[in-house]
């Protein structure tokens, strides 16, 4: 397989990135994307006949095709089985896609992790010869994961986590960025202050339903789709992106999910994604952390490849990505599980499948991906 640095990457023209963003079929994009096999519910809900994110696909490649320079993507989803604790097969395959795809077209990549999906990112750039120095170890705060610094995301409990953002915005690669994405993350839930403060909502905000529906020890941390707390095996990533908004950095943010309990989904008004989600238990999952970009996605890969493909056609990157395909997917998710210990999500088994997904089911997308956005098909299967 091609490292991303044996062609040269295109030179790009914005005049160009106009003109050609017409020339696609967004609205099939965002369906192949929105396919819902699993039934989850987010990607195949609509609202007044459109979906939550309509339109942001389109919006979210055309911003970073023309703006990218140095994009940070933070992913990893932990499981916890039994005393063993590692990390989901969905998340770091799109954000490795994604990173040697940007890495090619010329922008400089820096991925962001904690500790349980790091092993699974250093898998994959040896698979496919990208540099071990682009992974960056998002620390944990002092103590088990039963202490209070790791359970609780109020700001005394911050410090560690603190400390890293500041050195990285003030002396690490965070001085030169221009994006930061989050890929299937997970991210701390609601609480009050933030169901109030959300601008997404016409109207007041259901503070009594959020009260009733949601108990005190769920609000303001990470949950995984069980609707069972994670917060203490959760590095405090979404402090990345608060201190965007705090500080009004000129970065732009992204978030990609599938389940309304990841980074970015605080794009949408709480009551919203509960109706989405359905059931038991959306209430308390639901993320508080929003993007300027959110993307929905039957599952978050499908979402970070329509990205990654979208931006190198439109950067020009026609021939780049004639080996970004379904073979070499395949081969990823495989040495996940087999070298880094990778479980699916949903099932929690150590097997090359993705959110309960067989890896044909799973790949299916992305050969569609490819050959709606014009890339040679030849590989995929």
């Known amino acids: 397989m091609s490292s991303p640095h044996d062609r040269p990457a295109p030179h790009f023209d914005p005049a160009r990135i106009a003109a050609r963003q017409r020339q696609f079929d967004w609205q099939s994009l965002q369906a192949i994307v929105h396919r819902d096999p699993a039934a989850r519910g987010l990607a195949s809900f609509q609202h007044a006949q459109l979906p939550l994110d309509a339109g942001v696909l389109h919006a979210a490649a055309l911003q970073l095709a023309q703006h990218g320079s140095t994009v940070g993507l933070v992913t990893g989803f932990c499981a916890v089985v039994g005393q063993q604790v590692t990390a989901e097969t969905d998340g770091p395959p799109g954000a490795l896609f994604l990173a040697r ?124 789709m069980r609707g069972e707390s994670i917060n203490g095996h959760v590095a405090k990533t979404h402090r990345l992106f608060e201190e965007i908004r705090q500080r009004r950095l000129p970065i732009t943010t992204i978030g990609i999910g599938d389940g309304g309990n990841e980074l970015g989904m605080g794009q949408y008004a709480w009551d919203a994604l509960v109706e989405a989600i359905g059931g038991d238990p959306a209430a308390r999952i639901a993320c508080r952390v929003a993007t300027d970009f959110a993307l929905i996605a039957g599952v978050s890969d499908w979402a970070s490849y329509a990205l990654a493909l979208a931006v190198a056609r439109l950067r020009g990157g026609d021939e780049l990505g004639r080996d970004w395909d379904s073979v070499g997917q395949r081969d990823l998710i495989e040495a996940l599980v087999t070298k880094a210990g990778a479980v699916d999500g949903v099932t929690l088994r150590h097997e090359p499948t993705v959110d309960g997904l067989p890896l044909d089911v799973y790949l299916q997308p992305l050969a569609e991906l490819r050959q709606l956005l014009g890339f040679a098909a030849a590989r995929d299967a």
């Open 101 to 224: 795809s940007l890495a090619a077209l010329g922008i400089e990549v820096v991925v962001i992790s904690d500790r349980y999906a790091l092993p699974l990112l250093e898998a994959g750039c040896d698979l496919w010869g990208l540099d071990r120095k682009i992974l960056l170890e998002f620390p944990f705060e002092a103590g088990p994961p039963d202490a209070p610094a790791r359970t609780s995301n109020a700001a005394p409990f911050n410090v560690q986590s603190d400390r890293w953002v500041d050195t990285f915005f003030s002396q690490g690669p965070g001085q030169r960025l221009s994006h930061l994405i989050a890929i299937e993350r997970p991210g701390p839930s609601h609480t009050q202050h933030s169901l109030a403060a959300q601008a997404s909502r016409r109207g007041a905000p259901p503070v009594e339903r959020f009260l009733a529906e949601v108990p005190a020890e769920h609000r303001d941390v990470c949950h995984n």
